[in-house]
């Protein structure tokens, strides 16, 4: 990811909706996975980003200040939802969810 891209600058999602994803993405069960450590079970097959269902709502691995400068900490093995999530938005270009999230925090859709 650029340094000078959209997402980089925001991080508005990660601080504004809830991530749910399989266990199997976990560190323990996959080689450069989710750390265990930053989850918390929902199901028996479930697990969710810790400080997702905060109120209010920031990922544990985002790191920064939202729309000025963030970054993710676990980036490289960041779970599907956040992979899937908005995937031009580092173009430039948003969707829906992107920019309700974006609106959140006061700032203008993409």
């Known amino acids: 990811?650029?340094?000078?891209?959209?997402?980089?600058?925001?991080?508005?999602?990660?601080?504004?909706?809830?991530?749910?994803?399989?266990?199997?993405?976990?560190?323990?069960?996959?080689?450069?996975?989710?750390?265990?450590?930053?989850?918390?079970?929902?199901?028996?097959?479930?697990?969710?980003?810790r400080g997702t269902d905060e109120a209010p709502p920031r990922c544990v691995a985002l790191a920064g200040e939202i729309g000025s400068r963030v970054g993710c900490t676990i980036y490289a093995g960041r779970p599907s939802p956040c992979r899937d999530f908005a995937p031009y938005a580092a173009l430039g270009i948003g969707e829906d969810a992107c920019d309700r999230a974006r609106r959140r925090h006061g700032l203008p859709p993409l």
């Open 1 to 49: 990811m650029s340094d000078d891209d959209h997402c980089t600058r925001c991080g508005a999602c990660c601080a504004a909706f809830r991530v749910d994803f399989h266990q199997s993405e976990l560190a323990s069960a996959t080689p450069g996975g989710v750390p265990d450590a930053m989850t918390v079970p929902v199901t028996g097959e479930l697990v969710r980003m």
